[in-house]
């Protein structure tokens, strides 16, 4: 099993709030408990892999390209699973309940009800879950930007808490309306945008053909690349470039793979073509890869 968990900015003893990436692969289901402190607010967004967030009383289920909520109360912590798939991950925005108070209290009658106890004591008696909720292509497109900032590292003590802000205002407060993607066909075009990226990241040395993908996901392949492409801003091509490029990177940041081996892995024969593939994602030859290379765009 590999794990990553990676803090990308925030205290909560300072900021009161932190973001967190994590990213994993699971060969067998895994069961833990998710620890908060007492009456803290975690909004989870999961882009890779099947989980669960369970209390006493509720659960909410994760889906590849959902996000949900939860609180921590006094009755113990959250219960969590994740189940055995090779590619998992989600990014977390967990919040203090001071921070919640300081800018959400004058908000309370448009907030999701699971917060009024929190803003109104500090604390919980019981832990809350609540959701789920689909990403969009633009939420989605936020989380690869809180990985990968588009500002100097100067500026992060600004950025990063108008984030906190916007993940706030998407995912706590009542919907005005109905739900984003509430309607069959919206509902269809995610689930098949869904399958497509699990079917390409399951094997992205030999990925099935776009015919193939169509058959499987029950429509024809014009009409498949036509709603890729709306949904995620890129081609079913460019998309399974951009997984292997980062599968790739993972390989020669950790050691585990020469050069050569990275690019097999990943599915290139021609070592020559996977060069400037990495290059043109990275900035700089894959041999120089992580020293010399820029982030990737989010």
Known sequence: MRWECRPLFGELGREGFRFEWHAFGLEEDLEWRRELPEGCVEICLNLAGRAMIRTGRSEVRFLPGTAGCYCAGADGPLRARRWAEPNHGFLTLTLTPAFLREHLASHREALHPMLEEVLAAGRLARSRVWGPQPLDSAGERLVETLRTPPVAPAALPLWYPCKAHELMARFLFRQAGPELFCSRQQRAARERVDRVKQLLEANLAEPPSLQEIARQVGCSA????????????????????????????????????NV???????GYNSLSHFSVAFHETFGCCPGLYPWGCRKPAG
Do not use: C, D, N, W
Request: cysteine-free; proline content about 2%.
């Open 222 to 257: 014009f009409h498949l690349s036509r709603t890729f492409s709306r949904q995620t801003g890129l081609t079913i091509p460019q998309y399974l470039r951009q997984k292997r490029m980062e599968a790739a990177a993972r390989m020669l940041a950790a050691g585990t793979h």
């Open 260 to 266: 050569t081996e990275a690019a097999m892995a990943v």
